[in-house]
């Protein structure tokens, strides 16, 4: 049974910045794409950033380039996600998901999620 936990969320100050975490097991992630989404109370999915299992090309929001990176470890069988120069509008629930077929940018096309955890920017 696949299982994703997400880990380092909490509360920042606009400006600053948060590393956040998926841990897999029961799956290795290497075969995988791999992303990050998040989401607000009331509203859908929204996608955050993508890591491709052929060559580890990285794809992002507009809101977010620049800003957060995307990596992973094979080794931990991790995804990581830097979130850097934070804002009160990234504050929302972030959910590591593995990609199963369709655009990457589109949540419809995971299908393993983690619980979530939420992060929080103060102004």
């Known amino acids: 049974q696949v299982q994703l936990v997400e880990s380092g969320g909490g509360l920042a100050q606009a400006g600053g910045s948060l590393r956040l975490s998926c841990v897999a097991s029961?799956?290795?992630?290497?075969?995988?794409?791999m992303g990050w989404f998040r989401q607000v109370s009331g509203k859908e999915r929204e996608f955050v950033g993508f890591v491709s299992w052929i060559g580890g090309g990285t794809y992002y929001a507009d809101s977010v380039k620049g800003r957060f990176t995307v990596s992973r470890d094979y080794a931990k069988n991790t995804l990581d996600l830097q979130m850097n120069n934070l804002k009160p509008e990234d504050t929302a629930m972030y959910y590591c998901?593995?990609?199963?077929?369709?655009?990457?940018?589109?949540?419809?096309?995971?299908?393993?999620w983690g619980q979530g955890i939420q992060v929080t920017v103060s102004s």
């Open positions: 998901a593995i990609h199963y077929t369709g655009h990457y940018s589109d949540h419809k096309s995971y299908n393993y």
């Open positions: 029961g799956r290795t992630l290497r075969n995988y794409g």
